[in-house]
């Protein structure tokens, strides 16, 4: 077990490569004739490549906030990463199709700040940046809680998939046009699970396997409530 975490640690930044492929030949298959081929592939480029993406972004942000738990550093270097990246990609593609193409400003504005994703949905498949926006946020102050406190840390994934779990649940109920608006961004629990197996590199593995358990039972007790009502 211990050998795997050290070389998914050691290789991240292939895997994401590798992932990002992956999800690129699930955008392509859209354009492939209805088969069990095409279901296939786009099963596993969602549930193994985003989701895999998402949990190799978790786990690279554990080992980022470990050497340098500057907030300050960590948002200049997500900027840098992400945020610049994404405006000189973004600005010029929205400017065209919301300002020139359909005469839009708000759109426009929308779009650039990823605020549209969570108003009404996804659009243009970017729903991915949304998100990431929004853990990159928070996750600074999720690291100091989560790891902070070794008594918080030995339960910390049981508490989050069950927290993740109510909040879709409750939105599917009181809000269910907008739950499935917004619902292909309820995997992020992925995201916190890459961090805490980064986390368990060089800590406790029984730890690490309590809190995998303990999540999946939340879910499987969840998944059976739901069922029931």
């Known amino acids: 077990m211990k050998r795997l975490l050290t070389a998914i640690s050691t290789y991240r930044t292939a895997l994401m490569g590798i992932a990002i492929w992956g ?40 080992h980022s906030m470990s050497k340098n738990n500057s907030i300050k550093h960590f948002y200049a270097k997500r900027m840098k990463r992400v945020l610049i990246p994404w405006v000189c990609i973004a600005l010029p593609y929205f400017l065209f199709m919301d300002v020139i193409h359909s005469g839009s400003w708000s759109n426009f504005l929308w779009h650039l700040s990823t605020l549209s994703f969570w108003k009404s949905g996804n659009y243009s498949g970017m729903w991915y940046i949304s998100v990431i926006m929004v853990l990159y946020l928070a996750y600074p102050f999720y690291h100091k809680i989560a790891y902070g406190d070794g008594k918080i840390q030995v339960c910390i994934l049981p508490l989050i ?9 409750t939105i599917s109920m009181l809000a269910h046009d907008y739950y499935e608006r917004i619902s292909v961004c309820m995997n992020v629990g992925i995201f916190f699970l890459g ?17 995998i358990g303990g999540g999946i039972l939340i879910c499987l007790i969840a998944d059976f409530v739901l069922k029931l009502s």
């Open 23 to 62: 999800v690129m030949i699930g955008h392509c298959k859209t354009d492939w004739p209805v088969s069990i081929l095409s279901k296939t592939v786009g099963l596993l480029c969602y549930s193994l490549f985003t989701g895999g993406f998402l949990f190799l972004s978790g786990f690279g942000l554990y």
């Open 195 to 211: 961090s805490y197996v980064a986390s368990s590199v060089n800590n406790n593995i029984n730890s690490l396997i309590i809190n």
């Open 161 to 169: 998939f069950g927290s993740l779990l109510f909040m879709e649940y």
